[in-house]
């Protein structure tokens, strides 16, 4: 049973002028086996509380608490966070010249679990989880992210998390940029890796299209820092008939 806890989080950010709060008291509890999916429209904070989860030293918490499992997150280094048990996929995934994806996949897999995988079975774990990904064998040889495709960077996230196999998945705008073919292997991806039972999905999205094919449990509207309004994959519909407007007006 894994749990990520989000309780009253506030974070804040420096710009050129001042301080600027971005959260403004977040709460929200993803269990195993949930999805839950965060909508909203452009600046409400949805890529803050995803960066601010992974640990981005961008982003100060001024109040709040998040806990994985019991275990305070905001105590953890980065890669504290990452072994125990939480995934960011990033909506701009960075380039990492010189590095192959096999190199890359192999340290981090280590990283994790705390011991090499066994190189004959992690290759063919490796070409399977690209191959689920409609990504070729020879993409392993590529550098991280160079040259990629925007479809590539994506399902290249994807592969990650089917093979880091976290306790939970933070997947920040993962639909962005992808054509309709692309958009069904990524969300073929999520849906093997929730299929598990086990695992938590946190799911942030501008748009509905990707909820067509990932079925969220539970759907949150973003608006000015805080969870204007929560519900069942219902709310989903909603969003896509109406619009954010109604929220964005009650918030101001």
Avoid: C
């Avoid at 749990?3 to 977040?26: C, Q």
């Avoid at 190189?119 to 020879?138: G, I, M």
């Avoid at 849906?191 to 990707?210: C, E, M, P, Q, W």
């Amino acid at each position: 049973m894994s749990t990520l806890e989000i309780k009253d989080l506030h974070v804040t950010v420096e710009t050129e002028d001042s301080t600027k709060e971005i959260l403004k008291g977040v709460t929200l509890t993803i269990k195993d086996g949930e999805t839950h999916a965060i909508m909203g429209p452009n600046g409400s904070g949805k890529s803050t509380l995803a960066y601010t989860i992974a640990g981005h030293p961008k982003y100060t918490v001024t109040q709040g608490t998040i806990l994985l499992d019991g275990e305070d997150v905001l105590e953890m280094s980065v890669d504290e966070r990452a072994r125990a048990g939480l995934f960011l996929a990033m909506q701009y995934p960075v380039e990492i010249p010189g590095v192959s994806v096999s190199n890359f996949l192999r340290t981090a897999k280590t990283a994790i679990d705390g011991e090499a995988p066994k190189l004959r079975t992690w290759v063919k774990d490796v070409n399977a989880a690209l191959a689920a990904n409609n990504l070729d064998a020879s993409f392993a040889q590529r550098s991280v992210n160079e040259g990629f495709s925007g479809g590539e960077k994506k399902r290249h996230e994807i592969a990650q998390l089917e093979l880091l196999a976290p306790k939970v998945a933070v997947l920040d705008e993962t639909d962005s940029g992808l054509d309709i073919d692309a958009l069904k292997v990524v969300s073929d991806g999520v849906n093997r890796f929730a299929a598990n039972g086990d695992k938590g999905v946190l799911l942030i999205t501008h748009y509905t299209r990707i909820l067509r094919y990932i079925k969220p449990d539970f759907v949150h509207v973003f608006v000015n820092g805080r969870i204007a309004e929560q519900g069942g994959p219902e709310l989903a519909d909603e969003l896509e008939a109406t619009g954010y407007d109604k929220y964005v007006k009650a918030a101001v």
